[in-house]
């Protein structure tokens, strides 16, 4: 698959880095808003083509996909125009806090018999499919309750994170791992409850979320720019508790660890680099090799779970997903 870059984001240098350990996949392109910065990061990645704009990139004939690292709020639009310039898309996280425009890209992207999906790489690390084996059968016993965090201290308020215009936040940004890794286990919430602390800036510089599950399950969460960079995820359950110390970012490394029947047990997992992974799939889905890993029907609940929670911080009030 020739990939083209959609901006020259500081988390392309992932792609990149996952791009060269596969034969799957290369990136031949990239484009940004100014032709002179296209160039200089061309030549320092070794990319064989530099756009000065990013439709140029879009009407690149050798490109076959696009991978979409712009800010937040302009992810929906870059994507209806990669999707209509034929190209399939890897779009980063969160997609979109809107589910109308979730929807209106699958519609879109199933029309034109593309692929689009969002670039949760965790969700295609080993460590995230045996967190999701154990649960499954039974390791934990009934599933009760999650907690996690993900959390970096934001000290520059230029960053596209804090800006609103952009869609930034720290619900956007981090929380939305946190509302993920509590739906693999637990499914789609069934309301949500919010408190956030909103910055000068106008964006919400820390939510902390309830979700309420089917069966009584509860998770809980707190992702926040105001606090020093931590990230895990608990799962309880009648039986026992999974302690996953790196559940987002694996490669900063920790340990997965069963806890059961007073015992503490340490889950072995396959190193792997989750960007290549995520890149891998996404290219056999668009040669019908394989199903995209995270379509439509995920980015959909994501989507309606984010919107439910920041409207639940604003109207201070629970509100059904
Ligand atoms: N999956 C992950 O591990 C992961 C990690 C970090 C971030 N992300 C996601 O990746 C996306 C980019 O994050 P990032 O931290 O890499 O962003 P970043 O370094 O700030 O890059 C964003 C890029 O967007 C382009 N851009 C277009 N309009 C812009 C504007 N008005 N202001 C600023 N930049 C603009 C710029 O590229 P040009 O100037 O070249 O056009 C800029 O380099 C976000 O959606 C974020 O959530 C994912």
Known sequence: MKLGLLSTANINAQIIQGAAETDRVDVAAVGSRDGARAQTYAAEHGIPR????????????????IYISLPNGMHHEWTMKALAAGKHVLCEKPYS???????????????????????????????????????????????????????????????VRADPELAGGALMDVGCYCVSGARIVAGDPVSV????????????????????FWDDVVAQFEASFLAPERQALEIVGDGGVL???APWRVDWGGELRLERNGNSERVE?????????????????????????????????????????????????????
């Open 50 to 65: 530099a756009h000065s704009t990013y439709e140029e990139l879009l009407e690149d004939t050798d490109v076959d996909a």
């Open 193 to 212: 409850l919010a408190e956030q602390v909103v910055g000068e800036t106008g964006v919400d510089m820390a939510t902390h979320g309830t979700m309420r």
């Open 269 to 321: 997992v396959e190193l792997a680099n989750s960007y290549r992974l995520e890149l891998e799939n996404f290219a056999h889905a668009t040669e019908f090799l394989a199903s995209p890993l995270l379509g439509r029907g995920d980015a959909t609940v994501q989507a309606r779970t984010l919107d439910a929670l920041y409207r639940s911080a604003a109207e201070g009030t629970r509100i059904a997903v």
């Open 243 to 245: 302690r996953v110390a």
């Open 97 to 159: 806090r809107h589910p109308a425009e979730v929807e209106e890209a699958f519609d879109a992207a199933e029309a034109a018999g593309l692929i689009l999906t969002e670039a949760f790489m965790y969700r295609h690390h080993p460590q995230t499919k045996e967190i999701e084996r154990l649960v499954r059968e039974g390791a934990i016993g009934r599933l009760r309750s999650v907690r996690s965090v993900f959390s970096f201290a934001l000290t520059d308020l230029t960053n």
